[in-house]
T-cell receptor, first 111, second 115 residues
Framework: GESVGLHLPTLSVQEGDNSIINCAYS??????FIWYKQESGKGPQFIID?????DKRQGQRVTVLLNKTVKHLSLQIAATQPGDSAVYFC??????????FGTGTLLAVQP | GAGVSQSPSNKVTEKGKDVELRCDPI?????LYWYRQSLGQGLEFLIY????????KSGLPSDRFSAERTGGSVSTLTIQRTQQEDSAVYLC?????????????FGPGTRLLVL
């Protein structure tokens, strides 16, 4: 069946370092991918998205990379800050607009 | 402008009771989605609305779960005869349209605990 999974359930980084959060997806028909950030007690917050006709997209301090050959998605956060500490989810959608989420990666930023 | 709002923020109920969860989408958003997030898990799709219609109810776990949307705005998710396994965070999201690749914006969720 369809699934979106994360390789690293917990990632601990030092403040100022770059963070890379990875995600694998299994549905080759998916053509839209999103990263969400979820802080404790809050709903998911949209970070960045990418469509399947692209392999890289940049935002403010964040970059998403898409490798369709190996069905891999990553989120890079530059100069990680304590405020970046949260759970990060990747999600995918295809022919339908419902999102399929992975289980999340906890990013812990050490001061 | 205002984001997606949900109420109540927390709900504790006894097994067997019915509960209603409310979602107010972003003004002007025609599509509305309900998801469920169990402890330490990702989000699980329940149902989505385009206007007042629900083209996809495939994620509702049982016939104890139902949802409606009126006036193309507010939505209510109802869980009848609640069970302990219904305990979770129920999240609502809205998007401008229901087209694919539309960004979904989430509310803060309702934390449901069934004792």
């Amino acid at each position: 069946g369809e699934s979106v999974g994360l390789h690293l359930p917990t990632l601990s980084v030092q403040e100022g370092d770059n963070s890379i959060i990875n995600c694998a997806y299994s549905n080759s028909a998916s053509d839209y991918f999103i990263w969400y950030k979820q802080e404790s007690g809050k709903g998911p917050q949209f970070i960045i998205d990418i469509r399947s006709n692209m392999d890289k997209r940049q935002g403010q301090r964040v970059t998403v990379l898409l490798n369709k050959t190996v069905k891999h998605l990553s989120l890079q956060i530059a100069a990680t800050q304590p405020g970046d500490s949260a759970v990060y989810f990747c999600a995918e959608s295809g022919a339908t607009n419902k999102l399929i989420f992975g289980t999340g990666t906890l990013l812990a930023v050490q001061p | 402008g205002a984001g997606v709002s949900q109420s109540p923020s927390n709900k504790v109920t006894e097994k067997g009771k019915d509960v209603e969860l409310r979602c107010d989408p972003i003004s002007g958003h025609t599509a509305l989605y309900w998801y469920r997030q169990s402890l330490g898990q990702g989000l699980e799709f329940l149902i989505y609305f385009q206007g007042n219609s629900a083209p996809d109810k495939s994620g509702l776990p049982s016939d104890r779960f139902s949802a409606e949307r009126t006036g193309g705005s507010v939505s209510t998710l109802t869980i009848q005869r609640t069970q302990q396994e219904d305990s979770a965070v129920y999240l609502c999201a809205s998007s401008l349209t229901s087209g694919d690749r539309e960004t979904q914006y989430f509310g803060p969720g309702t934390r449901l605990l069934v004792l």
